[in-house]
């Protein structure tokens, strides 16, 4: 299927963008990003030129994708929430070769309103909560919450919460899905 792209949008020339992908409206792609196929943009979203987006990304309302971000295959950013790429700026101060590179890596889910510092990485299936302010990297099926973000707890890939601790062993089952989990530490794997 084609891209779709509203009128009020821009596409910079030389972004590529994949197959099925929906572009609405207010947003603003740059030339230099990288974007897979059946990918979502709501309204009033930017793509910074240094940004590898994966395939079936849903970026809602109000969401600037700065340079420096790659978000991998599956990844949901939820209404608002913010991506930063410079950890201490300054309006006077340069600091466009101080960067710091952000990763969120496939099926993670980062809540509305949620930010993340630059310079980490959200693990596989982990979910960011609603507001919360993320400062460090997020382990894989990891749900963290609050400011400064902690975790809580555990989620499947299917997004449901796990009954696990959050260290130690143990096994669950999703509740909605045939997928197995195993803890071991501070460690949840898909078995």
């Known amino acids: 299927m084609p891209t779709t792209i509203h009128p009020t949008a821009i596409v910079d020339d030389g972004a590529v963008l994949g197959d099925n992908c929906r572009v609405w409206h207010w947003v603003h792609i740059s030339g230099g990003a990288r974007i897979g196929a059946g990918c979502s943009f709501g309204q009033n ?3 910074g030129n240094d940004v590898a987006i994966g395939n079936n990304v849903k970026i809602q309302n109000n969401v600037s994708v700065y340079d420096a ?12 929430m913010v991506f930063t790429n410079v950890y201490n700026p300054r309006a006077a101060v340069v600091r466009k070769n101080e960067y710091r590179r952000t990763l969120v890596r496939q099926g993670a889910t980062l809540g509305a309103n949620s930010t993340l510092v630059c310079g980490i990485t959200v693990g596989r299936h982990a979910f960011v909560g609603a507001g919360a302010v993320v400062q460090k990297d997020v382990p894989d099926f990891a749900l963290v919450v609050g400011v400064p973000a902690r975790q809580i707890g555990w989620m499947s890939r299917f997004g449901e919460r796990l009954e696990l601790p959050l260290e130690g062993q143990g096994e669950a089952a999703c509740p909605n899905s045939s997928d197995r989990y195993r803890l071991d530490g501070r460690v949840l794997a898909l078995i």
């Open 45 to 47: 979203v930017f793509v």
């Open 69 to 80: 971000v790659t978000l991998e295959d599956d990844v949901f950013c939820g209404p608002s």
